[in-house]
């Protein structure tokens, strides 16, 4: 009887505790794919520095890159636009994070909750 009591404990534990992660969903701004990434690039100047010397190199450049069908697509993004993206891709990071761990949760109830119906179905 102690164990019942223990265990549903838990089981309320873990479905408060999915309850949050799935509050912490339904607040998450949209969402884009790939990643940001900075690049320092040469120019079309013959006579620039940045032709022979890596370190003069113009920039940092900020892209956006992601995958299609298997092809990477790239864009030059300005400084708004990195931003918007930066955060974009960050609520992607997020709700992944949030995914894994209600994933990580669900596996620790999956037991208690299997149990608890086995007793209830039981003469
Ligand atoms: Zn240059």
Redesign the pocket.
């Known amino acids: 009887m102690s164990q019942n009591i223990t265990s549903s404990k838990a089981l309320e534990d873990y479905e408060m505790e999915h309850r949050a992660l799935a509050e912490r969903l339904s607040k998450i701004g949209f969402l884009w794919a790939g990643s940001i990434n900075h690049r320092y690039l040469?120019?079309g100047?013959p006579r620039?520095a940045?032709r022979k010397d890596p370190d003069a190199r113009?920039g940092p450049y900020t892209y956006w890159s992601t995958k299609k069908a298997g092809k990477t697509i790239s864009r030059k993004l300005s400084g708004d636009e990195a931003q918007v993206f930066e955060q974009w891709i960050a609520n992607r990071q997020e709700l992944k994070q949030i995914a894994d761990s209600m994933m990580a949760v669900s596996e620790q109830a999956i037991d208690l909750i299997l149990k608890q119906k086995k007793r209830r179905t039981e003469p």
Do not use: A, I, S, Y
């Open positions: 040469k120019c100047n620039c940045c113009h």
